[in-house]
């Protein structure tokens, strides 16, 4: 393996090697290293205790010390440094309840899958592999270590796992372990909301999210863990505008034609439709009234129940309930318009709406639109400087209260139309306009 090793792993690596304990870069970054991906963690492997490795550097941050687990903390960045060992019975659904230290080989049976379970010598140049997952990367194949029911029943979060390796890397699940998760699936139910949430997120962001959706549906973990999507299968939509087929086909198609999206632009692509199901009247054609405010609605109760962030539940309830605003740019005023544009979550509806409309119909004449009009519009535009304030409608005699903000919400309209642009007009365009109205 011709690898390109991060500085950072290496100095650990050394540095325990010179205090005279085996140490060997160890699972996901080996498997991409092998692939010829650049891995995004760097994972040691090492006969030495927490203990052992606080002596050895100068900042070390004791993340599972129970576990033989702690992070080394260096310019390059942080490293995971863990004990070889053997585990115990797990008796929570997540951790053994016991461990004791054991050498290479044995840490490896200890994980989930083949092409997990491989550790590389960066002194020597050699995989040491225990588990053939060497093979099973060659054949593409995801395969649990040992018996598939026993690796997915010590940690249910592994179900997922294997769903996005799956995915992620265009891998096929070895027909034992296919079988063993699905029969295995109603237990994620199990797992707390943060961690499927963040595999979920994972799945959705990694790359192959189309093929990851499909084997969640497939395995039955997409009914357990998101119900709400399900209901999309067979909801039916007018041929004209989404000749790919129903709501649900449409959503998956949709990952297709997003280049690397934010976890929000993500669940936001998978939840933008979740409305149409409860919303769908069918009379001489098929329609779903409001479907984007229910769904807004939809989409803040599910990333409320996986504990996602006040602001990244925020950001998705708003790109789902815009997401069809964007087909109304025509018929906007010039102030309504600029206004959308300079939404901060703008840029991202905008790729949603892509993504929408490649899903679908294919036509993208508002996207290039809204392009042009972001190209020309300077942000001195977009956000001109304030003409007047409060203080200004005090001092024309009008007492304040919540039609000061229509006010000037109104003389922000006429400067973005270009109607005013001077502290002047602004005053005039008040007395003129507005104040009969108070």
Same mark, same amino acid.
């Given at each position: ?22 140490? $060997?870069? +160890? ?5 991409? #290293?092998?692939?010829?991906?650049? !891995?995004?963690? %760097? @994972?040691?492997?090492? /006969? ?111 179900? $997922?796992? +294997? ?5 992620? #890397?265009?891998?096929?699940?070895? !027909?034992?372990? %296919? @079988?063993?998760?699905? /029969? ?255």
């Amino acid at each position: 393996m011709d690898a390109d090793i991060d500085s950072g792993a290496l100095r650990v690596v050394e540095t325990l090697r010179r205090a005279g304990f085996q140490a $060997l870069l +160890a699972g996901g970054c080996v498997r991409d #290293l092998a692939l010829g991906r650049v !891995p995004k963690d %760097w @994972d040691v492997a090492t /006969a030495a205790g927490p203990e052992e490795v606080a002596a050895l550097f100068e900042h070390t941050v004791a993340v599972g010390a129970q576990f033989g687990i702690s992070v080394v903390v260096l310019d390059e960045g942080d490293y995971e440094v863990a004990r070889f060992r053997r585990d115990g019975p797990y008796r929570d659904g997540r951790r053994p309840a016991s461990i004791e230290p054991a050498d290479a080989r044995a840490d490896a049976q200890r994980r989930d899958f083949t092409i997990n379970g491989l550790f590389y010598d960066p002194e020597s140049g050699a995989i040491l592999d225990y588990v053939g997952g060497q093979c099973d990367l060659r054949a593409g194949i995801i395969r649990a270590i040992g018996d598939p029911a026993a690796r997915f029943a010590e940690d249910d979060l592994r179900l $997922l796992r +294997a769903v996005r390796f799956a995915a992620r #890397l265009g891998f096929a699940i070895e !027909p034992a372990t %296919w @079988d063993a998760l699905c /029969a295995r699936a109603g237990c994620i139910v199990g797992v707390s909301a943060e961690r499927i949430r963040d595999e979920l997120t994972l799945l959705l962001t990694e790359g192959g999210a189309r093929c990851g959706l499909r084997l969640l549906d497939q395995s039955g973990l997409l009914p357990a863990v998101l119900p709400e999507v399900v209901a999309m299968q067979g909801v039916p939509q007018e041929a004209e505008f989404h000749p790919e087929g129903d709501v649900w086909t449409h959503v998956q198609l949709l990952f297709e034609y997003l280049d690397k999206p934010s976890a929000e632009l993500a669940w936001s692509a998978l939840l933008h439709d979740i409305g149409k199901p409860s919303t769908m009247v069918q009379t001489e054609r098929i329609r779903f009234h409001g479907h984007d405010a229910v769904g807004a609605k939809m989409a803040a109760a599910i990333c409320g129940r996986l504990r996602m962030s006040n602001e990244a539940r925020e950001r998705i309830r708003v790109l789902v309930a815009d997401h069809m605003r964007i087909g109304n740019v025509h018929k906007m005023r010039p102030s309504t318009l600029m206004r959308l544009l300079r939404e901060p979550h703008f840029p991202e509806l905008l790729q949603l709406h892509r993504a929408d409309c490649l899903a679908s119909h294919g036509q993208l004449d508002l996207y290039e639109f809204c392009q042009e009009q972001m190209a020309k519009l300077k942000k001195e535009q977009l956000r001109p400087p304030r003409l007047i304030s409060g203080g200004d409608l005090i001092a024309l005699g009008l007492q304040p209260g919540p039609r000061f903000k229509e006010i000037l919400a109104a003389v922000e309209d006429a400067q973005l139309e270009g109607r005013i642009d001077s502290r002047e007009e602004a005053l005039d365009f008040v007395q003129t306009h507005l104040t009969g109205c108070e």
